[in-house]
């Protein structure tokens, strides 16, 4: 009896933390000063945190839903708010603005496993979470875009391909870029996460002791 009404306390929680991890993120993507953080010469992004935050707590459905909603939300910005910047016609193909953003959640969740099984440290694998998911939305964006329209995003952005591969191009402007998101996913993700885990602990605790 214990175990049938388990499942469906589970089902309802997964259920609200993607639903509110995707209201997260779709409110950052959609809100230009809340999805980017000016650091001058550079723009961080933190549309990506929730979607990391949500495969670290309950697991690869959920974060891969939490990041499906981050594309999509992604792909509709394009078509909206971001129309007239040069780049927003990439986003509109869902191999750009949504696949990368799917697979977020599903290395962000297996990196955790793996980390989670390798030590002791609590921290260490929200850490290599939010690593792991930065890199796959960066990597994975920028990688559709150089496969899809190297040529195109190259001379979108202005840049001259004179003695420069369309690779490098693309890829150097994200180097710096990608530490500090990576820093940035760390330090929001790692209380974030603890902080819940927590509340789910005693949660699940008093679940357990009331039935």
Same mark, same amino acid.
């Not at 974060?63 to 909206?80: C, D, R």
């Not at 990196?111 to 792991?132: D, Q, S």
């Given at each position: 009896?214990?175990?049938?009404?388990?499942?469906?306390?589970?089902?309802?929680?997964?259920?609200?933390?993607?639903? @509110?991890?995707?209201?997260?993120?779709?409110?950052?993507?959609?809100?230009?000063?809340?999805?980017? @953080?000016?650091?001058?010469?550079?723009? *961080?992004?933190?549309?990506?945190?929730?979607?990391?935050?949500?495969?670290?707590?309950? +697991?690869? &459905?959920?974060?891969?839903?939490?990041?499906?909603?981050?594309?999509?939300?992604?792909?509709?910005?394009?078509?909206?708010?971001?129309?007239?910047?040069?780049?927003?016609?990439?986003?509109?193909?869902?191999?750009?603005?949504?696949?990368?953003?799917?697979?977020?959640? $599903?290395?962000?969740?297996? &990196?955790? @496993?793996?980390?989670?099984?390798?030590?002791?440290?609590?921290?260490?694998? *929200?850490?290599?979470?939010?690593?792991?998911?930065?890199?796959?939305?960066?990597?994975?964006? $920028?990688?559709?875009?150089? &496969?899809?329209?190297?040529?195109?995003? &190259?001379?979108?952005? +202005?840049?001259?391909?004179? +003695?420069?591969? $369309? $690779?490098?191009?693309?890829?150097?402007?994200?180097?710096?870029?990608?530490?500090?998101?990576?820093?940035?996913?760390?330090? *929001?993700?790692?209380?974030?996460?603890?902080?819940?885990?927590?509340?789910?602990?005693?949660?699940?605790?008093?679940?357990?002791?009331?039935?």
């Amino acid at each position: 009896m214990e175990n049938i009404q388990s499942k469906p306390r589970v089902n309802v929680r997964r259920i609200a933390v993607a639903g @509110i991890f995707s209201a997260f993120t779709i409110i950052l993507s959609l809100i230009p000063s809340l999805g980017y @953080i000016p650091i001058p010469p550079f723009t *961080i992004t933190t549309m990506h945190i929730p979607v990391i935050i949500a495969a670290a707590l309950e +697991g690869p &459905v959920t974060g891969s839903f939490v990041g499906l909603m981050f594309g999509l939300s992604s792909m509709y910005a394009a078509a909206t708010i971001f129309s007239g910047m040069p780049t927003a016609p990439f986003f509109l193909n869902p191999l750009v603005s949504v696949l990368p953003r799917i697979l977020i959640g $599903l290395v962000a969740c297996y &990196v955790f @496993i793996l980390l989670r099984k390798l030590t002791r440290n609590r921290v260490v694998p *929200i850490i290599g979470a939010a690593l792991g998911g930065t890199l796959t939305n960066t990597i994975g964006v $920028l990688g559709m875009i150089y &496969v899809l329209y190297a040529q195109q995003y &190259v001379e979108a952005i +202005g840049e001259s391909a004179a +003695g420069r591969s $369309l $690779l490098a191009i693309i890829f150097s402007g994200a180097f710096i870029n990608v530490l500090f998101e990576i820093a940035a996913a760390s330090f *929001i993700s790692v209380p974030v996460v603890l902080a819940l885990q927590r509340f789910r602990n005693r949660m699940d605790r008093r679940a357990r002791s009331s039935s």
